[in-house]
């Protein structure tokens, strides 16, 4: 390598040294330093020409001089020695670092000088501490916790984990909850559930029924949520669990009610969703003579009712109860072994699930006859038992109001000191059959909520009322916590999870019957400009209105739910044909072109909607809502207000997109972004009177990406704010040198977003820290702003433009010309320059018809105090009819192309 060779690698490797993050000293063979980099003077400033020596550095000086005599020794006969210390900084801050000294040998083979590099490990340190402190607080806590890994194996549990379930970690360490925690209550579609929506990244909420280790049952409400990496993976679990105790209660009730439909003296029947009988109690068991015959399972009712009465039940009887929940008539039974007719009055109820689907049917009873003679008998005293010491509230009240019998229970949950109210006007008044809720006391003295079922009935002859009171106030609070986990606080329409549990069952019937299903996700174009202007509750108002709006549009076997912000999405069953689905998503979006009465203002907000149809793309929920989405912002990006079907080809370019848009929020942070620099020129002298700098994006495997392609990206994400400041820290700085090399140095101009204006309230702040920080003078740096600010900003836009311009700042309004300004506007705003767009000036010379716009322009701007630039200038023939009509400034390709920050220095004058 040539000389000058070997000396500019000799400059580059101090360069590198000296601008290095971490702190670099170099020490003679002593031990003095001799040199230190930028990085190590922050550590240590020159102390009144202190000679500092290498065991100065660390906090306790013995040890100190001890660790380097140590260092220097091992790293003399080794080349190098690495350890761990405690540095005392400037000011008597101690810092943990890890340290490397490293000997260099002369051509003799002695030691000419030492070398140290330092790294600062305060931030491992704390995470260690952190760390320690996080898993000691989950192994104390009163919650059960416990991980997995991505594949459900057990990888740790803390103590409360180990008490509830009486399983030790050793235990259950690398075995799969599955095994020892399954108690066989969920179905298989509950764990379905659970998987989909961990794999999909979502946190499961739900209440588990699990075996513990001495085979008792416990209650759970446990939250699952996953656990990513870096890249999004997946790597782990993580559940906490408790226990609940009301469960216990509910279920003992529900034995207690059993029990007392067992032994109650009406004929109860259970009939499976088929209506074959799959349980009788005793008065029924007694009533068809089959005691102790267990081949009565299975069979249909004809086997034990009249042909009538049977075929009552079942044709008009299950379908009634089926639509509305129950079925209430008068039929007549038939008593096998005294050979005669029991006319009775028959309530069958049905049993549904959390989505309407039959469970079972109860078909209970009642002989038409005084209370008393059907009480008679061992059952009649079996059945007393089994009242008098029910948690469930009895009450038996004559047609007068006054109460005949109670339980204990009733008493108590009445909140009535003595237990026997026989006699006591009750002071409500009664009919039934109904069931209502009312206020209850509670054992520990609160209030509750109770279900009151009447019914009529006899006592002793007489006709009365037979109320129930069943204690449901926990279920209505576990029924409140399970609203709000399927349910949109806000709107109160069904959330994602159901909405997702919804689609899957719709697939399944569209399949059985052949028929076509949508689904359509729609989006609420400038949503968050109603929250900035008018406020969350405003907003909140919005959606609920939304709700209101959408339910007409669509039909009642339709479902609409709020998945987040303002997007809403809607299952469309059994449709026709495909055009059903586009007319009902065209009534969607035109039911929102009334204008929205927010506070005292109107407001018009406009909609896009992308659907999707199962069969013709797919059939999986997951990829129905992602390509629904992906039409949605299609019709986004064609200008919104629209409704879009997906396609194939178009899922290929939004995913392409979406992959950008992934990489774009991080690009900044990665080094990926930089600056390129265009000149402004004064056309009749080509002298540089601005150089405007533009974000450019470097994607590794993608190339150079168009900034009309990732600058929307960054709008998207919120990515906009850092990237823009940065930008003007860059280009203020850059200017400030430039201001330095040359007293002609030409003005820095930097693009600001919309959303930086609208929504960043630290804009002027990052505007004044940009100026102090670079030293560049306000009057060399200007700012660009798109002209749709004018219109849909307000005053808030004009005052922060405003406060800017009070710095020096110049402000210039880019692509002047687009549609929207009116130069009246102008007056109004504090704006220097105009920058005529580029689309009044490309193909100048062959249409004649842009240059009346552009002579007024050219003639009313300078009457306003603006300065103009005219854009887009690509060829000399342009640049040379721009002078002709009086355009002092221009820009574009045919002036100049786009530089890096070192390339400008090239075109400045040399004088400073």
Request: glycine fraction near 10%.
């Amino acid at each position: 390598m040539s000389p000058e060779g070997l000396e500019q690698g000799h400059k580059l490797l101090a360069d590198a040294m000296e601008m290095a993050p971490d702190p670099v000293a170099i020490t003679d063979r002593e031990g003095r330093i001799v040199y230190r980099n930028r990085a190590a003077w922050e550590l240590f400033p020159e102390e009144g020409g202190k000679d500092w020596h290498f065991s100065d550095l660390f906090a306790l000086h013995n040890e100190g001089r001890e660790l380097a005599e140590e260092a220097f020794a091992i790293a003399s006969r080794e080349s190098f020695w690495e350890g761990e210390a405690i540095l005392l900084a400037w000011g008597g801050e101690q810092i943990p670092i890890s340290l490397v000294v490293l000997a260099h040998h002369d051509a003799a083979g002695e030691v000419c000088y030492y070398s140290a590099l330092a790294r600062d490990l305060s931030a491992h340190k704390s995470a260690q501490q952190d760390l320690q402190k996080l898993t000691r607080a989950l192994s104390q806590a009163g919650d059960m916790v416990y991980i997995t890994d991505s594949s459900g194996r057990v990888e740790y549990v803390n103590k409360a984990f180990e008490r509830i379930t009486g399983f030790t970690g050793r235990e259950v360490v690398g075995r799969p909850t599955s095994e020892f925690l399954k108690s066989g209550y969920h179905e298989p579609e509950f764990y379905e559930r659970l998987w989909r929506a961990l794999r999909a990244g979502e946190t499961f909420s739900e209440e588990f029924v699990d075996q513990v280790a001495d085979g008792r049952t416990v209650y759970l409400a446990q939250t699952i949520s996953p656990i990513n990496d870096g890249n999004g993976r997946i790597t782990h679990y993580v559940a906490t669990a408790r226990e609940m105790p009301e469960r216990k209660a509910l279920e003992k009730e529900r034995q207690e009610l059993t029990e007392i439909l067992e032994y109650s003296p009406d004929i109860v029947i259970q009939l499976d969703p088929e209506g074959r009988v799959c349980h009788l109690n005793r008065s029924a068991q007694q009533l068809f003579g089959v005691e102790g015959d267990p081949r009565w399972k299975g069979k249909g009712l004809s086997t034990f009712l009249p042909n009538r009465a049977a075929w009552r039940i079942r044709h008009e009887g299950l379908a009634e109860a089926r639509r509305h929940g129950y079925w209430e008539e008068e039929i007549t039974y038939a008593d096998p072994v005294r050979g005669e007719e029991v006319p009775v009055s028959q309530l069958l109820i049905a049993h549904k699930d959390a989505w309407g689907k039959v469970r079972f049917f109860s078909a209970i009873g009642r002989r038409l006859m005084p209370y008393k003679e059907a009480l008679k008998g061992n059952l009649q005293q079996e059945f007393y038992d089994v009242v008098r010491y029910s948690g469930v509230g009895l009450i038996v009240v004559g047609r007068d109001g006054y109460i005949l019998f109670n339980n204990p229970a009733a008493a108590r949950l009445l909140g009535r000191g003595d237990p026997e109210l026989a006699g006591q006007r009750l002071g409500i008044p009664l009919m039934g059959p109904t069931t209502t809720e009312i206020d209850i006391y509670q054992p520990d003295g609160q209030r509750g909520i109770a279900e009151l079922t009447v019914t009529d009935t006899f006592w002793e002859g007489n006709p009365g009322y037979l109320l129930m009171l069943h204690d449901v106030t926990e279920l209505r609070e576990a029924e409140r916590v399970e609203h709000f986990a399927f349910y949109d606080p806000v709107t109160d329409l069904p959330n994602r999870f159901l909405f997702q549990d919804r689609l899957g069952k719709a697939l399944a019937r569209a399949k059985r019957n052949g028929t076509w299903l949508a689904v359509a996700i729609l989006d609420f174009d400038d949503f968050k400009q109603i929250n900035d202007t008018f406020g969350h509750e405003a907003g909140d108002r919005f959606l609920r209105e939304v709700a209101r709006r959408l339910a007409p549009a669509v039909r009642e076997t339709d479902t609409i739910a709020r998945i987040g912000g303002d997007e809403f999405t809607l299952l469309l069953e059994d449709l026709a044909s495909p055009d059903d689905a586009f007319h009902l998503a065209e009534r969607v979006r035109s039911a929102f072109l009334t204008p929205f009465q927010l506070n005292d203002a109107i407001w018009t907000v406009t909609t896009s909607v992308g659907y999707t149809l199962y069969p013709d793309f797919g059939d999986d929920p997951e990829v129905l809502l992602s390509q629904a989405d992906t039409a949605m912002y299609q019709a986004k990006g064609r200008g919104g207000n629209q409704v879009h079907l997906y396609s194939a080809d178009l899922g290929a370019e939004v995913s392409r997109q979406a992959h950008l848009q992934q990489l774009a929020r991080g690009a900044l942070a990665r080094g990926e972004l930089g600056i390129r620099y265009q000149a402004q020129v004064a056309l009749e002298s080509r002298r540089i009177v601005g150089m405007e700098a533009l974000m450019r994006w470097h994607c590794p495997g993608q190339g150079w990406i168009s900034p009309a392609e990732f600058i929307p990206f960054l709008e998207r994400t919120g990515g906009i704010l850092e990237a823009g400041a940065w930008i003007l820290r860059e280009a203020c700085r850059k200017g400030a040198e430039w201001g330095r090399r040359s007293s002609a140095a030409p003005r820095v101009a930097v693009n600001v977003s919309p959303s930086q204006i609208r929504y960043d309230g630290s804009l002027y702040e990052n505007v004044v820290q940009a100026l102090r920080e670079s030293g560049l003078a306000p009057e060399r740096l200007e700012l660009e702003v798109t002209e749709d600010l004018l219109w849909d900003g307000g005053t808030r836009i004009r005052e922060r433009l405003a406060e800017i311009k009070e710095l020096g700042v110049r402000i210039a309004l880019d692509d002047f010309g687009t549609g929207y300004s009116a130069l009246s506007v102008l007056q109004e705003l504090p704006f220097d320059t105009l920058k005529i767009d580029r689309s009044l000036v490309t193909g100048l010379v062959e249409e004649s018809g842009k240059e009346p716009l552009l002579e007024a322009i050219l003639a009313l701007a300078p009457a306003m105090g603006l300065e103009v630039i005219a854009e887009g200038v690509e060829l000399e023939e342009e640049a040379g009819r721009l002078r002709e009509l009086g355009c002092p400034l221009g820009q574009g390709f045919g002036l100049g192309g786009l530089h890096v920050a070192a390339q400008v220095p090239d075109f400045l004058p040399d004088h400073p």
